[in-house]
């Protein structure tokens, strides 16, 4: 099998649908999003068998029991995958909106439209709904994708796919628009990393080593999630109740996500009042301290914290906790060991919340509320594709207007330039 | 030497200093403009001697009389220097714009607020005027710059980083802001493209060679420019007088550039009343003709148009011209050789007008206007750092606003999630 040419040739179909998929009208889109939701509805029996085989294959190989959680399907995913086409299908279509649009003096109206980006290449780990999201995602705004799942993945996402193909079919919509590149070996990824005549963006999700891999060997532009090392600042002025209901939230509700806290900073005129119950409260809560000095002076017997416990992305029930001088101690820790991911603020103090807004370089900064808020879904864009870190194109939370581009129009009457 | 920490160390200052840059008020980022304008005319007699240090350089080294002349600095040049830094200061700060603000079911109110995007490192070529523009744009948009100039140019640049310097310090902004790598050496590029930890952004500006050169060994994403290989396609119900002054303009006002016509398209049942004046009026105008066998029929006697000459970028009075069928051939033609960078239809249908702007993947798309005016001055961005056709960030022609991004801002009363 020469996989450069397959995935060249896969390339090029994808190419060829995406100049029908940029004209194509919301209600095709919508109609084959539909369609596939009907069509997992009516082959569920068949998609769980066939996911079953990876599910054993995986456990033979000794996949973890997490990864084996993320690759199975069962009634409720499927639900969640054919509720999932439902709304993105419900969303309004992002292309064609026109951004902005204003005259000359020379008479000439410019204006900005939103188009799509063209060809797409998704690289996953091993969640076969994900080929589903990403899919719908794509379809929505208009471009075409090539979905490199993870390998332990394989039988599921080819049974997926080949629904998704007849849906698009059904729709009239070009078949290739939606393809699985159907090789498990690693090869294969870095081969679609440099199909740059072809591929107009790649979207990596998965752990830091896939990330770092792709942005490594790729030579089409790539919009990456690196991690989230996210901090809770409670100043001085912090409304105590409140902060401990954040600080909370944004550690336990859901630790193993990028958007929990990693590092709580405590202003040191509160320290005393805030720390000791807010700690204890962790520990019931089964959540390891790793502590500063101060914070050890006031609550001894906690883990001191190491200096790879700033920079580190837990994503576990841990929690560094140091205690600062001021305001600008804590955005000067943010800036040193933040990843530009999500950082709150928890005050009452009016000139500190604007402050911290402001000078706080992070996707997303909050004022009183948690850090589990940098969501797609939750921020109201209605969907998400992933979060971006770095600052190109769109930083933070991505939605469909993220997966577009805009296009100058111009209408003129015959001028020329003197 | 250790070019590689020397390097290092300007990035690093780059970073802090783009800390400060990102709060820095508009009173003071103009205030710095001014006092540049002011020093680089105060000193203008010293720039030009020290410029005419470069350009004996260069002719000794025999570079050729455009790029010299490029290369050379006079009261023109510095007049246009220093009305630039004036209009610069004179456009609207584009940072902390709120591009929008909405409320959540649960009282979120969540904005998307402009924020610079940190560290630019500006590659390009030997005119010492763009490092005074591009110094203008990176510090009105908030962030820091590494400039990498032409080696031909070092001692020009390096007497105007001189002045920059001192301006930003009078109006106590970081002076490392803004700073010249002072090394000829080519290496020093490749040790730009590494320093992925301090620069956020690489804009390179120059010939073929520089773009894919930096594209190729870039590790930090790049904001690029590859060619223009514009068409103007006269529809067969265009006006043919206005299609010829369209024409014209395009292809002859400034044939240097990357925004003239390249390849002119013709509806078939207009060929032989438009064709022959039209082709006249080039000839005469010193433009030497590549025609398609279709033209030849028409006009014999011009030179055959070979398969190398579909994708040219000629850069110079020579024109391909092809006969087409209709609108789709052209469109396809242009699908197949154009560079997603200009594209022009003179017609009076209603119809075709819209399906081409819809249809044609260019990051300007005009109805009977000369493909010239693809540049962010005629399109009314103010000011232009380059025109960019990837899509990714901003297609087409960049201003101060496609130097930013936008952060996510959020205001709580403490919201956590559920």
Redesign the interface.
Known sequence: MDFNEAIQAMAKDARESA?FL??AKRAEKDAALAFMAERILAKKEEIIKINAKDVTLAREKGLNPAMIDRLTLDEKTIKSMIDGLHEVAALPDPVGEVTGM?K?PNG?Q?GQVR?P??VIGFIYESRPNVTVDAAALCLKSGNAVLLKGGSEAMHSNLILNEIISEALKNANLPEKSIQVIPYKEHEAVGILLGMDEYV??IIPRGGEGLISFV??NS?I???KHFKGVCHVYVDEFA?LE?AR??C???KV??PGVCNAMETMLVHKNVASSFLPPMIEEFIRAGVEIRACENTLRLIPNLIRAKDSDWPAEYLDLILAVKIVDDMNEAIDHI?RYGSNHTETIVTNDYKKSQEF???V??????????T???DGF???LGAEIGINT????????MGLKELT?????????????T
């Open positions: 100049r940029r004209v204003w000359r000439l410019v188009v980006l063209g107009d963006i942005v490594e030579r532009p790539v919009l409304d409140m209901k954040i909370l939230n944004a509700q859901r800036e807004l402001e000078r370089d992070a996707s997303v900064v909050l004022v009183n509320a948690s589990r808020f940098n939750e921020l109201g770095s600052k190109l194109h769109a930083y933070g939370p581009t805009t296009k100058f129009i111009v209408y003129g009457s015959g001028q020329v330039r």
